[in-house]
């Protein structure tokens, strides 16, 4: 049987079997694999605290050809963020965002960006920066390696150029001017469209820059709804978050 051994977030955990659980890594150059961990629902076991969630570690598996799941034999823990991850004020965020990346990131696809921006988030987290200011730039990178962030800058119908207050079409797929918006409510003021054109060159780690200027909770709504749309599911774990009571 093939071995080998790669650098992995671990994204979830839930039972399979007996004693065994079933792991979802985000690897940085294979994408999602799924895994099982055989045993690890033994009190005792080798693994000891490598599953939890968005632990970074290394991980040793093999797999048979003829099978999906993948099987770790064993792990070391590389950075452990439980500390951040698991604080009361910050559990549900990350519950959002594990929750995205399972449901949205295709399982082949492989490009690094992804587990670097997850690495970015999890790094500024335990630097103390805000988790909405987080989430709200996850959220918006997510959208942009997968492809579907719009142009923020210029209207989708006349395609006028650096507008400064724009209107979500109904479709999520660009944003229109005010001479070309019909019904569509999602709005977008000059503050909400610069801080999304400035995700792109900045890292969240100098988003205090922002704290005055836009409302995060606002654009939280519409990029979560916008993935929603996108892919054909519902987020569950925003029912616990404050900025969608
Ligand atoms: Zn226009």
Known sequence: MPYTSTKAFVLGVMPLKEQDKLVHLLTADRGILKAMAPGSLKVRNRFGALFELFTEGDFVYYWREEKELITISKGEI????????????????????????????????????????????????????????????????????????????????????????????????????????TNEQLFLNKEDLSYIRWTRENTPKDCALWQDKIDPAHLIRIFKRKIEYHGEFALKSSLYLEEFR
């Open 78 to 181: 590389l950075n452990s963020y439980f500390f951040t991850v698991s604080r009361p004020e910050n559990i549900f965020y990350f519950y959002l965002v594990a929750e995205v990346l399972l449901k949205f990131v295709p399982f082949q696809h492989k490009d690094k960006r992804v587990y670097r921006l997850l690495h970015t988030i999890l790094e500024n987290g335990a630097g103390g920066i805000e988790m909405d200011m987080l989430l709200l730039y996850f959220l918006i990178w997510i959208l942009r390696i997968e492809g579907m962030m719009f142009n923020p800058w210029n209207c989708a119908n006349c395609f006028r150029k650096k507008i400064d207050e724009a209107w979500l079409k109904n479709d999520f797929r660009g944003i229109l001017c005010r001479s070309c918006k």
